[in-house]
């Protein structure tokens, strides 16, 4: 079984040529291990260090340096719509105020599907709809930093650029 043990941010893909595709759902994209299967058969052991937030079009380093590419699954969704942006804003705000991951589009909100949100969604005013798409949400202000930086390179002392990351290279 092919082990995941790092990850590249989808703006340092460069045209990369990946071995397969996992279709992964919010939860499985937010966890740092676990067995996944690609969509052509690959078999793969996430083992990923600390806080983990994978989005669509990172790609996963396995240990014998192929790469994988991440996509989100379409999951069940509420979209939320709001009267006016004042509307969305009070939305956005009640949801946050309860700790649920949201989606922030240009003139919409989306959670995960749930009755309870559903039901106060509609207590807010907010017109909501049951859609079935991937989920982006919001990282907030403890997630974990986007991956931005390239490891196909090696490093020195005196490499001439700041790396902090949130991880070391051994």
Not at 3 to 12: E, L, Q
Not at 48 to 71: A, W
Not at 127 to 149: C, L, M, N, R, W
């Amino acid at each position: 079984m092919a082990r995941a043990t790092d990850i590249i941010g989808a703006a340092h893909r460069h045209g990369r040529p990946v071995t397969d595709t996992v279709i992964l759902d919010y939860a499985q994209r937010s966890t740092a291990e676990g067995a996944v299967t690609g969509v052509k058969g690959t078999t793969i052991d996430i083992h990923l260090h600390g806080t983990v937030r994978l989005r669509t079009d990172d790609l996963l380093l396995l240990d014998d340096g192929s790469l994988v590419e991440v996509v989100a699954a379409a999951e069940p969704l509420l979209e939320a719509r709001g009267a006016d942006v004042a509307a969305l804003a009070r939305i956005a705000w009640h949801l946050g105020d309860r700790h649920i991951a949201v989606q922030l589009l240009p003139n919409r909100i989306r959670v995960l599907r749930d009755d309870a949100v559903e039901t106060l969604l509609a207590a807010l005013g907010a017109k909501v709809t049951a859609i079935d798409a991937p989920f982006e949400p919001e990282g907030g202000a403890y997630a974990p930093p986007q991956h931005s930086h390239d490891h196909g390179h090696v490093h020195d002392e005196h490499c001439g650029h700041d790396h902090h990351h949130g991880h070391k290279h051994d």
